[in-house]
């Protein structure tokens, strides 16, 4: 569900049904945010390429972990939730709720820490970032172009946090599958849509 009507499968131009096709192949359904950006398809293509080029330096629990941080501090909950469940490929579900609810687990490396740290600093207010702030990521060792990249998935993040929710795209009742813990606690901005996630017949 969202504020603006997006295309309809049948009345898409082969474009957007592309576009189309390419979503459904990865979630397995249209997700909502697809169908808003059906109506500039190119800036969803676009959005793509940026993001595969920010996140291509950086290792998948890293750049999982910075997002998943920015989100929940943008109050995004189509990305809290899709993120929050990505890391479980790296952590426990209940180390993931307990990450979302304190910022902080066990399981974390002190420079993961300052990453988190960092990025939701960025999303909450970048004004307020300090050379201190990043003083603090190179004393756990990284570098000044790993500092950017961590910059740039939450500065992205906002991007597209901040469209989505501003044309009040709900995330997907595909997250209804989440545990129930888990999903109250990751829906900490709009509530997740009721509806089946729609799909194309494949051809």
């Known amino acids: 569900m969202a504020f603006i009507k997006g295309v309809t499968p049948n009345d898409a131009t082969p474009e957007v049904r592309a576009m189309y ?3 459904q192949s990865a979630w397995g359904y249209i997700p909502n945010y697809a169908k808003a950006f059906s109506l500039r398809p190119e800036v969803l293509a676009r ?3 940026l993001q595969a080029e920010i996140r ?3 290792d998948n629990r890293r750049f999982e972990l910075v997002t998943f941080a920015a989100a929940l501090e943008l109050r995004s909950s189509a990305c809290a939730l899709a993120h ?5 490929d790296f952590f ?12 902080s687990i066990a399981a ?7 990453m988190i740290s960092f990025s939701r600093k960025i999303a909450r207010d970048a004004s307020k970032v300090t050379a201190g702030d990043v003083d603090a990521l190179r004393a756990q060792g990284l570098s000044d172009a790993e500092i950017f990249d961590i910059a740039a998935t939450a500065a992205g993040r906002a991007f597209f946090t901040k469209l989505l929710d501003g044309l009040g ?5 595909a997250f209804l599958g989440l545990g129930p813990e888990l999903r109250k ?10 509806r089946e996630p729609e799909k194309m017949p494949v051809d």
């Open 21 to 23: 096709a390419r979503q």
């Open 47 to 49: 959005w793509g390429q």
């Open 56 to 58: 291509r330096p950086m």
């Open 84 to 88: 929050g469940k990505k890391l479980t």
């Open 92 to 103: 426990a579900e209940e180390e993931v709720l307990a990450l979302a609810e304190r910022g």
């Open 108 to 114: 974390l490396t002190e420079a993961e820490r300052a």
């Open 169 to 173: 795209v709900e995330p997907d009742a």
């Open 185 to 194: 606690s990751l829906t900490v901005g709009r509530p997740i849509d009721f």
